[in-house]
T-cell receptor
Framework: AQSVTQLGSHVSVSEGALVLLRCNYSSSVPPYLFWYVQYPNQGLQLLLK??????LVKGINGFEAEFKKSETSFHLTKPSAHMSDAAEYFCAVSGNDMRFGAGTRLTVKP | EAEVAQSPRYKITEKSQAVAFWCDPISGHATLYWYRQILGQGPELLVQFQDESVVDDSQLPKDRFSAERLKGVDSTLKIQPAELGDSAMYLC??????????????FGPGTRLTVL
């Protein structure tokens, strides 16, 4: 069985500050991992994915995530937050199906 | 750019009524998913289709929910009768399962259901 745990349901940063959203996974097989972003009343948009190639994955909008097997983590980072980054972020693990975390709401203060 | 289409975007209904949601996946995507997302939570899979066949409906409340994908293209999710606890966002996603067997899922905009 696979699952993900997102640490922190709400993260608040100042504009220009580092964004760090935490995700830990559990999987009985080598995982495929994803980060999605969701804006209010919209569907989910893929930010990036890890599929066993490079452990540092670069995505859209300046986001990146690093797969660390020893820590079973796949944290999402962005060096400098922008107001438009305010949204809900979901980590997900995939095997035969996709399991999502509960989400982390990112607030960006001016 | 190809997108997953869903309609309606918003639906308000009274409990005990029937509701239906429609999804048109990206052309060529064999796998289609219906998710339910309760406010403040992540999406939870209700049903997964591979072409016209159901491959996973273990979390679908079959006493009131039904889903079909008759021609292996678009799909309908129905709730009858609706209950207050069904208020949620219903998301449709599709994927093209390539050689890796891991299909990136593309999501539609969702249908926001409110049951009064």
């Amino acid at each position: 069985a696979q699952s993900v745990t997102q640490l922190g349901s709400h993260v608040s940063v100042s504009e220009g500050a580092l964004v760090l959203l935490r995700c830990n996974y559990s999987s009985s097989v080598p995982p495929y991992l994803f980060w999605y972003v969701q804006y209010p009343n919209q569907g989910l948009q893929l930010l990036l994915k890890y599929t066993s190639a490079a452990t540092l994955v670069k995505g859209i909008n300046g986001f990146e995530a690093e797969f660390k097997k020893s820590e079973t983590s796949f944290h999402l980072t962005k060096p400098s937050a922008h107001m438009s980054d305010a949204a809900e972020y979901f980590c997900a693990v995939s095997g035969n199906d996709m399991r999502f975390g509960a989400g982390t709401r990112l607030t960006v203060k001016p | 750019e190809a997108e997953v289409a869903q309609s309606p975007r918003y639906k308000i209904t009274e409990k005990s009524q029937a509701v239906a949601f429609w999804c048109d996946p990206i052309s060529g995507h064999a796998t289609l998913y219906w998710y339910r997302q309760i406010l403040g939570q992540g999406p939870e899979l209700l049903v997964q289709f591979q072409d016209e066949s159901v491959v996973d409906d273990s979390q679908l409340p079959k006493d009131r929910f039904s889903a079909e994908r008759l021609k292996g293209v678009d799909s309908t999710l129905k709730i009858q009768p609706a209950e207050l606890g069904d208020s949620a966002m219903y998301l449709c996603a599709s994927s093209y399962r390539g050689l890796a067997g891991v299909g990136e899922q593309f999501f539609g905009p969702g249908t926001r259901l409110t049951v009064l």
